[in-house]
């Protein structure tokens, strides 16, 4: 049976919005926005070439007795753009044409997260219906710059919403965070995440004659045994501890006769919230320094770590899922980064919610058409649950 979030979610599937192209997506939420009294701004950015679209569409509370500034202001976030199909012949069928089999919906993004966007829009939908008076200010955040380098995304949209002064409260960001059934984990927090690229000089030689060069290689081996044995933090209650992993090991000149001249190693740190990027720096170059390395070193920021501890958005989302499908969500920080790293540096509360994740990147990308349902459920309950608190207060 066709529901309003199905239709939504194939329209957007339909169109191919292969990071960072948007493809209208946003455009056709604009459109369903309007008539609720969504105010749009477009703010695109980035070189023409490869040029990304964002939206921030708000709808403020209607006036009521209470001041206005005492008014929450609950944010909806996410992506309208996909990754890469892959093969097109290896899809069942075409990644761009929704189509329904074995009661699920195929395509590429019908997980991640063309399915929650439309959740969110027909949950603001039903909500507004219902309660059109509600002491709720209500805004989407929409980026075609998730899945890419993430420079011209939510990023800017938050430096702007920053610059100009705009209070946020509470964030929903549709990532696909479940993984049996919708609702049965939530991301209350991502790790940090911290790269970098580390050249080891030394002196490049024929191998015959060793004393005549010297081996960079042999001479970070010590200190890269002694990177990978460091406990860098014990994490806490929300995070595991602090990982460092090496991701490429580049040297040599091609030929099995030449000593290097260098070796370059990438790396990376995903970091909880008991260790800061700068404690990480310091602690490795000391580490090279001890070993006397000559050495250089490039180091890249990807986010910092966020986390919700458990308040007023967290238990509104905790008792929509329990009222919707009787789970009891499990709180996590685990997996990958996303945007919730630029929104939390703005707003207080965010958290990430939406389908299972098991197909997500994959051949035959696809969502349960139960889980559907449930997750415009879940989202039109927190924005009740956030009203009534208003209410009270």
């Known amino acids: 049976m066709t529901t309003p979030t199905r239709q939504l979610a194939e329209a957007l599937i339909a169109r191919p919005s292969v990071t960072p192209q948007d493809a ?50 609950i944010v909806f976030a996410g992506h309208t ?15 761009f044409t929704p189509a329904e089999r074995d009661g699920k919906l195929y395509g590429r993004g019908a997980s991640d997260m063309k399915t929650s966007i439309a959740a969110f829009v027909v949950a603001v939908e039903q909500f507004l219906a219902a309660q059109p008076g509600a002491p709720l200010n209500i805004a989407f955040l929409l980026t075609s710059d998730e899945e890419g380098p993430a420079v011209d ?37 991502r790790r940090g995440t911290l790269s970098g690229k580390l050249a080891v000089l030394g002196v490049q030689g024929h191998i015959a004659y060793p004393h005549l060069a010297r081996n960079p290689i042999h001479e970070l081996a010590p200190a890269l045994a002694e990177l990978v044995a460091i406990e860098w933090d014990r994490g806490n209650e929300f995070f595991p501890p602090t990982s460092w992993q090496v991701s490429n090991i580049h040297g040599g000149a091609g030929a099995s006769n030449v000593i290097p001249g260098q070796v370059v190693v990438d790396f990376n740190f995903r970091f909880s919230t008991e260790s800061t990027p ?99 459920a879940i989202y039109r309950r927190v924005l009740e649950n956030l009203a009534a608190q208003a209410e009270v207060v």
């Open 24 to 73: 209208g997506c946003i455009d056709l939420i604009v459109q369903r926005l309007a008539p609720l009294g969504f105010v749009p701004e477009i703010i695109d950015s980035g070189p023409a070439e490869a040029r990304v679209r964002n939206l921030w569409a708000k709808r403020p509370a209607a006036p009521t007795g209470s001041a206005q500034g005492a008014i929450k202001t």
């Open 81 to 95: 753009d996909v990754v890469p199909t892959g093969p097109l012949e290896q899809w069942s069928s075409p990644p």
């Open 153 to 189: 995304g939510t990023v800017v949209v938050c430096d702007a919403l920053k610059a100009r002064g705009e209070p946020l409260d509470y964030c929903i960001v549709g990532e696909p965070t479940s993984v049996q059934r919708t609702g049965d984990m939530i991301k209350n927090g």
């Open 278 to 376: 700068e404690s990480l720096q310091e602690r490795l170059e000391a580490v090279l320094q001890k070993h006397g390395l000559q050495y250089t070193l490039q180091w890249t920021l990807g986010g910092r770590p966020f986390l919700t501890r458990p308040g007023p958005l967290v238990e509104a989302v905790r008792a929509a899922i329990r009222a919707e499908t009787a789970l009891e969500p499990e709180l996590s920080t685990t997996g990958g980064t996303s945007d919730g790293r630029f929104i939390a540096q703005i707003c207080p509360q965010v958290i990430e919610l939406g389908p299972p994740n098991a197909s997500i990147h994959k051949i035959d990308e696809h969502i349960a058409l139960a889980d559907i349902e449930p997750l415009t």
